[in-house]
């Protein structure tokens, strides 16, 4: 199995600050990346795929890059409703694997 | 607008078995070149890919996480647009909320319509 690795596990940070999150693939994934927000009761929300391709109707503050086993996932300016538990999911191998999210705090 | 909806027993005894049903609703299951779900997040936790099938010309073609492959069967329904999770033998730690999902195409890929997810508990 394909293991995802995250960092950090949690963030804090504030209305209109830049975030990163980190997600390192255990081998190489050729970019078959995807990323999710998942807010409290709520099913997963995708928002990006391929690495850096943004899903239709996700604001383009999120963006996605990297390339081999490292990639991010960046917010350029943190909105109230971004607020959230995001995960990393490799669709390069079966399994299908998951990172174990980072949770994105005021 | 293509809508997903679980449904099935919110509390199953352990060692018994799981059933899930994921209604599909604005698309057609048979008619479409994609790939459906089941992906699982135990209270608190991360989430986990179950399995997924694919229905191409009277066939469903299934894939399994290899963690839960013997105990698994996704299978797809076509004349009432539904596909459905089975999982025998449970135990306590296949307590989770239980989410329906649609992939990206015809291949094992990002997961791009997600149902609202049941809970399921196990008990004994």
């Known amino acids: 199995d394909i293991q995802m690795t995250q960092s950090p596990s949690s963030l804090s940070a504030s209305v209109g600050d830049r975030v990163t999150i980190t997600c390192r693939a255990s081998q190489g994934i050729s970019d078959s990346l995807a990323w999710y927000q998942q807010k409290p009761g709520k099913a997963p929300k995708l928002l990006l795929y391929a690495a850096s391709r943004l899903e239709s109707g996700v604001p383009s503050r999120f963006s996605g890059s990297g390339s081999g086993t490292d990639y991010t996932l960046s917010i350029s300016s943190l909105q109230p409703e971004d607020f959230a538990v995001y995960y990393c999911q490799q669709y390069y191998n079966n399994p299908l694997t998951f990172g174990g999210g980072t949770k994105v705090e005021i | 607008q293509l809508q997903l909806q679980e449904s099935g027993p919110g509390l199953v005894k352990s060692s018994e078995t799981l059933s899930l049903t994921c209604t599909v609703s604005?698309?057609?299951?048979?008619?479409?070149?994609?790939?459906w779900g089941w992906v699982r997040q135990p209270p608190g936790k991360g989430l986990e890919w179950i399995g997924s099938v694919y229905y191409s010309g009277n066939t469903d073609y299934a894939d399994y996480n290899p963690s839960l492959k013997s105990r698994v069967t996704v299978s797809v329904d076509t004349s009432k647009n539904q596909f459905s999770l089975r999982l025998t033998s449970v135990t306590a730690a296949d307590t989770a909320v239980y989410y329906c999902a649609r992939h990206g195409g015809e291949y094992l890929q990002q997961l791009t319509h997600w149902g609202q997810g049941t809970l399921v508990t196990v008990s004994s």
């Open positions: 604005s698309g057609s299951i048979s008619s479409s070149n994609y790939y």
